[in-house]
T-cell receptor, first 115, second 115 residues
Framework: AQKITQTQPGMFVQEKEAVTLDCTYD???????LFWYKQPSSGEMIFLIY??????QNATEGRYSLNFQKARKSANLVISASQLGDSAMYFC????????????FGKGNQVVVIP | GAVVSQHPSWVICKSGTSVKIECRSL??????MFWYRQFPKQSLMLMAT?????????EQGVEKDKFLINHASLTLSTLTVTSAHPEDSSFYIC???????????FGSGTRLTVV
């Protein structure tokens, strides 16, 4: 079964606007971690934000925020004030259990920011 | 911060030859190294998990005799693609973990092309 689901088609976003990328997950483990990564055309994976399952507040990192809805098992990424450099693939990932466990990745969302 | 240095960043080899990819953890000890493969426009798929000093655990469908993984020290893990074929052409990424909840450090990836 798919652990991480990202179903949105490629998205075009106007520069300076906000964009929300959807991610739902599936786990029965009470302890887990959710990650978002950016992959530009160079291929390198860039860490954006992390949310632990026991964290009470939604994670924020600069222009990135994670809308964590535990009951719905969703962890949407919000990018505010989009920039041209935000054009990339974005992957949602999950770690089940405690440290040193594998990351399961979603299929990714393609975002293109247009001026 | 933690860095995983992955080399080479790209390699072209002839069919039937072997290629070695190295991942070195700098400024931290990677007790676990995860090896992933990413085909064009697809997600990252886990190939194997290696812990320092022990044999790697391979995912179903990944040939352990073809993809040799060595994790002899806490700072070095290698993946050798033996008798490479064009279908092995892919983007290979290593991820080092020191066992913390959010501490996953990505290598920059190796783009392998087998001709």
């Amino acid at each position: 079964a798919q652990k991480i689901t990202q179903t949105q088609p490629g998205m075009f976003v106007q520069e300076k606007e906000a964009v929300t990328l959807d991610c739902t997950y599936d786990t029965s483990d009470p302890s887990y971690g959710l990650f978002w990564y950016k992959q530009p055309s160079s291929g390198e994976m860039i860490f954006l934000i992390y949310q632990g399952s026991y964290d009470q507040q939604n994670a924020t990192e600069g222009r990135y925020s994670l809308n964590f809805q535990k009951a719905r098992k969703s962890a949407n990424l919000v990018i505010s004030a989009s920039q041209l450099g935000d054009s990339a693939m974005y992957f949602c990932a999950m770690r089940e259990g405690y440290g040193n466990n594998r990351l399961a990745f979603g299929k990714g969302n393609q975002v293109v920011v247009i001026p | 911060g933690a860095v995983v240095s992955q080399h080479p960043s790209w390699v072209i080899c002839k069919s039937g030859t072997s290629v070695k990819i190295e991942c070195r953890s700098l400024d931290f000890q990677a007790t676990t190294m995860f090896w992933y493969r990413q085909f064009p426009k697809q997600s990252l798929m886990l190939m194997a998990t290696s812990n320092e000093g022990s044999k790697a655990t391979y995912e179903q469908g990944v040939e352990k005799d073809k993809f040799l993984i060595n994790h002899a020290s806490l700072t070095l893990s290698t993946l050798t693609v033996t008798s490479a074929h064009p279908e092995d052409s892919s983007f290979y990424i290593c991820i080092g973990s020191a066992g913390t909840a959010s501490g996953y450090t990505f290598g920059s990836g190796t783009r392998l092309t087998v001709v």
